[in-house]
């Protein structure tokens, strides 16, 4: 079956440039990336999701967003959960992939939430200018967590002029009992002075609770059983930008969300508060630039399930310095020191602390672009020094070959990093539970090596891309259960991913455009040989974006998830999701859009509980000035 999907990949990449080959789309400089090339000059599969594709898709969270990216999968994060999903990049699990905010680090909630999904939710959309992902290892710049890729999430950035935005939309669930919708979010932003810059925004939204008559998540039949969890959250922005001069600024930036899940009998699951602070220098002279950055993450929350009745509490700080250095002709170099720590306190529900871990590491890291002629080739290594677990270099190199104006062909390879987190590896953490497993004082790091292989074409109308990859995760870490008949953290052996990507977008004409992506995966664990659950092998997705006269604009798209193992022995069946959205101009600043989603009403079940939700029909108001 792999032989067999790679050369239908060979063949599709063939047809398609032969049928695409027109003049060149040059693309924006890739942040992410810490290189001044273009995207398409960038080793390593990037792509660049914007303000625009976001509004046209009318996502409520990152994970509709980042399924528009060849390689990303959207999966169930576990058969007990109602509704809550995870992010996949090319079969690995959704821990391996490094989320970022504004360039920042984001300490994941499912470290210390069993399956938790606030990372995927808690920064307001209508606030972000764009997202870029960076797929394969990037332990190499980003260190821990790196090792299946990086999603940076940019929000607005400054004008020289004021803007605003108000966005309001009420959804009404085809479910029996529950799930409708509502959210409201607005900002406002530009120069409020000479050289002073703010921006300000919150967004607030709820979904009622799915549920009644049906089965718990154990089978036992309940006039009170859960299907899709009751959501509210609330998230705010403020930032703040001073240029001292042409060459350099001061900025600061705060960020705070808040999640609150509930049950069908009322009970709150748990409930989650988040607040980032950053303060950082930018200076730059004609071949150099330099940058200091701190950052401080607060992290709170109440579990109240089955498992446990705790509160937790997680702070990270990093202060991080980089050079960009351009002085050397045909070379561009990355320099860079950062140093992190983590700590975190479990209090029992009468206050008093249960434990407190803490973790501290130093990084390093250099990485260098040299172009040659139609060859572009990336050097980059980091060193990180963990209190814990020790030291360990993580190489990657990469390749470029600028076959034209419009074709590149490139090839990767890069080695991850990745510690374990400050829970699972302390010893007491947890209850023993399937949700709450126990920590681990003698975990070992996870470490990976990934090889990738892709060709890419930018046209005037079409962009075309495809990647083959390989990744080796060594040491993983699972939960399992130990002698005592208890849930512990360990280092289980070893998992594979593998498979290939495609990725297409095209615009027929300028009212009508297409994008469209397939991933392949087959994964393994090397230890029982059996596949890794919530991998599905197939995934396609497509949206098709059509302006008409009257400003009516319409986005219609399809999900596709194939099967999938939820167990050693069990698999649930693919399922496909029709969505579809039409939007009119009011007037210049005023657009009202009606949508529906879910428009068959699948689910997506493993006895019970349904975790897809329902159909919803939507309206929703725009305004912007």
């Known amino acids: 079956m792999y032989k067999k999907s790679l050369f239908t990949m ?94 920042k680090k984001i300490s994941p909630s499912d470290n210390y939430i069993g399956h938790s999904d606030f990372q995927y939710s808690w920064v307001p959309i209508d606030m972000i200018e764009r997202i870029e992902v960076m797929k394969g290892p990037k332990s190499s710049i980003y260190g821990s967590q790196a090792i299946g890729g990086v999603i940076n999430i940019i929000t607005k950035k400054d004008s020289k002029k004021i803007y605003g935005e108000v966005n309001v939309q009420a959804g009404f669930s085809s ?68 240029d001292i001069d042409d060459t350099q600024n001061i900025y600061a930036s705060y960020i705070r969300g808040e999640e609150e899940r509930e049950d069908f009998d009322k009970t709150i699951t748990y409930d989650i508060e988040r607040d980032i602070y950053s303060i950082g220098y930018e200076k730059s002279f004609e071949d150099l630039s330099f940058s200091i950055d701190y950052s401080r993450a607060e992290s709170d929350s109440k579990a109240n399930s089955m498992f446990a009745q705790y509160t937790h509490s997680l702070e990270s700080d990093s202060l991080k310095a980089e050079a960009k ?83 590149r062909l490139k090839a990767s390879y890069g080695e991850g990093f990745k510690a374990p987190s400050v829970t699972k590896g302390s010893d007491g953490f947890g209850t023993g539970s399937h949700g709450a497993p126990f920590g681990n004082d003698d975990l070992e790091a996870e470490t990976s090596k990934s090889y990738e292989l892709a060709y890419e074409f930018y046209g005037d109308s079409a962009t075309f891309k495809s990647a083959i990859f390989k990744t080796d995760v060594k040491n993983m870490i699972k939960a399992e259960e130990d002698s005592f008949g208890d849930m512990r953290y360990g280092n289980v052996g070893e998992a594979e991913s593998k498979g290939f990507e495609l990725g297409l977008e095209y615009d027929f004409n300028d009212n009508h455009s297409i994008n469209a992506n397939y991933t392949y995966v087959k994964t393994e664990d090397k230890g029982t040989g059996n596949e890794l659950t919530y991998k599905p092998e197939h995934t396609f997705n497509a949206g098709l974006n059509s302006d008409f006269i009257w400003g009516i604009s319409s986005y219609i798209s399809v999900n596709y998830v194939g099967q999938q193992y939820i167990n050693a022995d069990e698999k649930v069946s693919p399922n496909t ?28 079940e493993n006895n019970e509980p349904y975790y897809l939700e329902r159909r919803v029909a939507y309206i929703g108001l725009n305004y912007k000035f």
Request: proline share 1%.
């Open 10 to 103: 060979t063949a599709l990449s063939l047809l398609t440039t032969n049928l695409l080959a027109e003049t060149q789309k040059l693309e924006n400089v890739i942040v992410t990336a810490k290189s001044e090339k273009s995207i398409k000059d960038l080793a390593g599969a990037i792509t660049v999701i914007t303000e625009e594709d976001i509004k046209k898709i009318n996502a409520t969270n990152i994970k509709d967003i980042l399924v528009r990216t060849p390689g990303i999968i959207k999966t169930a994060a576990t058969a007990m959960m109602g509704g809550r999903e995870s992010i996949s990049i090319r079969g690995l699990d959704s821990t391996y992939s490094l989320i970022l905010v504004d360039g």
């Open 175 to 242: 479910a029996e009992n529950g799930g409708d919708e509502k959210k409201i979010n607005a900002n406002i932003g530009g120069n409020i002075a000479e050289k002073l810059y703010l921006f300000l925004g919150a967004s607030k939204s709820e979904r009622d609770v799915t549920g009644g008559n049906g089965y718990t998540a154990f089978g036992t039949p309940t006039d009170e059983a859960t299907f899709i969890e009751g959501l509210e959250t609330k998230d705010a922005i403020a930032r703040l930008r001073y």
């Open 325 to 407: 250095i351009s002085m050397i002709k045909n070379s561009y170099i990355i320099l860079g020191a950062e140093t992190s720590e983590d700590s975190y306190d479990r209090l029992r529900s009468n206050g008093n602390k249960q434990y407190s871990f803490d973790a501290r590491a130093n990084a390093y890291y250099l990485q260098d672009e040299i172009e040659l002629g139609d060859f572009i080739y990336t050097f980059g290594g980091r060193f990180d020094d963990n209190k814990k677990y020790g030291t360990e270099f993580s190489p990657n190199l990469g390749f470029v070959y600028k076959i034209d104006d419009n074709q």
């Open 577 to 604: 999701i029709f969505n579809a959205q039409v939007s009119k101009k009011i007037t210049k600043d005023l657009t009202v859009r009606l949508g529906v989603e879910n428009i068959t009403n699948e689910k997506f």
